[in-house]
């Protein structure tokens, strides 16, 4: 697998349950990024992880839930969401984000909350 | 405040037309960084060109280019002889390092549309 993975592509999911994005990165990077990307509205940065540590919380609701258990994988947890949630979920990652590093993207996950 | 404006929402051309696409920054730093990523259909984000404060020389690849102009806080990005496959929506984004730490601001995006 070469570069920036996400899985699942597309999901479906009631407004109860409990779900995962995962997102893998196969390029050496040190930061990880999620963000979301609603229809007709711009690109919203929700976390940023650089050497696992959070250093962005883009003041997201609670029911997203990140972690990153190391440089490489990033997680969204997912629970009790709403309708308005339905978007793109795009995760990124670079290298030296202090330095301007290029963000590198996945393919995003398609999230539909019924 | 970092900030970046596309000022076209979407673009309609006929193919092998040329077509700018503009982008207008703001940002205090002296030092940063400027992107242009291709989103087709498919939803990812593709990473085109990054340009650093210090190098105002344009760019060309292939039918792309880019015009960086700090006078005027600008960097264009123009397509020569536009194709159906350059249809997408386009992003600049900024990232300036000692404000916000490398933290990328996107524009709004620019919906490309061309037609055969």
């Known amino acids: 697998e070469t570069g920036v993975t996400q899985t699942p592509r597309h999901l479906v999911m009631g407004m109860t349950n409990k779900k995962s994005l995962k997102c893998e990165q196969h390029l050496g990077h040190n930061a990880m990024y999620w963000y979301k990307q609603s229809a007709k509205k711009p690109l919203e940065l929700m976390f940023v992880y650089n050497f696992k540590e959070q250093t962005e919380n883009n003041s997201v609701p609670s029911r997203f839930s990140p972690e990153c258990p190391n440089s490489s994988h990033l997680f969204l947890h997912l629970h009790t969401l709403q309708p308005e949630d339905s978007a793109l979920y795009l995760c990124?990652?670079?290298?030296?984000?202090?330095?301007?590093?290029?963000?590198?993207f996945g393919p995003g996950t398609r999230l539909t909350v019924l | 405040a970092q900030k970046v404006t596309q000022a076209q929402t979407e673009i309609s051309v006929v193919e092998k037309e040329d077509v700018t696409l503009d982008c207008v920054y703001e940002t205090r730093d002296t030092t940063y960084y400027l992107f242009w990523y291709k989103q087709p259909p498919s939803g990812e984000l593709v990473f085109l060109i990054r340009?650093?404060?210090?190098?105002?020389q344009n760019e060309i690849s292939g039918r792309y280019s880019w015009n960086f102009q700090k006078s005027t806080s600008s960097f264009n990005f123009t397509i020569t002889a536009s194709q159906v496959v350059d249809s997408a929506v386009y992003f600049c984004a900024l990232s300036d390092l000692n404000t916000n730490a490398g933290k990328s601001t996107f524009g709004d995006g620019t919906t490309l549309t061309v037609k055969p």
């Open positions: 990124a990652s670079s290298q030296d984000p202090d330095r301007g590093g290029t963000q590198y």
């Open positions: 340009r650093n404060s210090f190098d105002e």
